[in-house]
């Protein structure tokens, strides 16, 4: 079945550029658009993507109000949010993961990386961009250590979850762990499946901001 994807931008050009760029892809399918939050929150309710591209500064309502309520209103499926931003740095960032975001590209990233993005989304995994993603999370957090946090959960994790969160930080995929590791893909997404659980997080976008957040992973 096709990936379904929903495209808020207040920007009439970015919705139609993107939506002919995903739509030409034979397993996506864009099944709507918004030009504001309101709009957006109203409509992926009753359409249910899988993906929903969210641009963060919108009028009427921002992307991060829109996102916070889409994903708190417990899909099942979930629906996936990636935000976008024009800004190489920007402190939305941390709050989009925060709330349980995806993940996060920048506009004007190659066409190739924007499809592959919501492929790697619509799996289930994030980040994307994983250069930009550690750099944009180790400014943040750095600026923000005085609310670093150690959850009791982090000392629950066995010496290979707690390396698997590591690199699930770093910006690496399940593959890419797998490779590192030298074991079976499946054996990660096992792992990944019991840190998330331990430490009682949505998604690996959250799990990479407690990485930063704790200081198992340092900024550089």
Do not use: C
Request: proline share 5%; charged share 25%.
């Amino acid at each position: 079945m096709a990936i379904t994807v929903f495209i808020a931008d207040d920007q009439a050009m970015v919705r139609q550029g993107f939506g002919a760029l995903l739509s030409s892809q034979p397993d996506i399918s864009v099944i709507g658009d918004a030009p504001d939050g309101a709009v957006a929150v109203t409509e992926v309710k009753r359409l249910r993507p899988d993906v929903v591209l969210m641009d963060v500064r919108m009028p009427e309502m921002n992307g991060l109000d829109a996102a916070r309520l889409i994903l708190s209103a417990g899909f099942d499926p979930p629906v996936r949010v990636l935000m976008l931003t024009t800004f190489d740095v920007d402190d939305y960032v941390y709050e989009a993961l925060s709330i349980g975001a995806s993940g996060f590209m920048l506009k004007d990233a190659p066409a190739e990386e924007l499809v592959r993005a919501v492929r790697v989304v619509a799996d289930g995994e994030a980040l994307l961009a994983p250069t930009v993603t550690r750099r944009l999370i180790a400014d943040v957090t750095s600026r923000r250590s005085t609310t670093r946090r150690k959850p009791a959960a982090l000392s629950a994790l066995t010496p290979r979850e707690r390396e698997v969160l590591e690199l699930i930080a770093r910006g690496m995929s399940n593959t890419e762990i797998a490779d590192r590791l030298f074991v079976a893909e499946q054996t990660v997404k096992t792992h990944v499946g019991k840190v998330l659980s331990k430490l009682d997080l949505r998604d690996r976008a959250q799990a990479v901001v407690l990485a930063y957040e704790s200081g198992l992973v340092t900024p550089g």
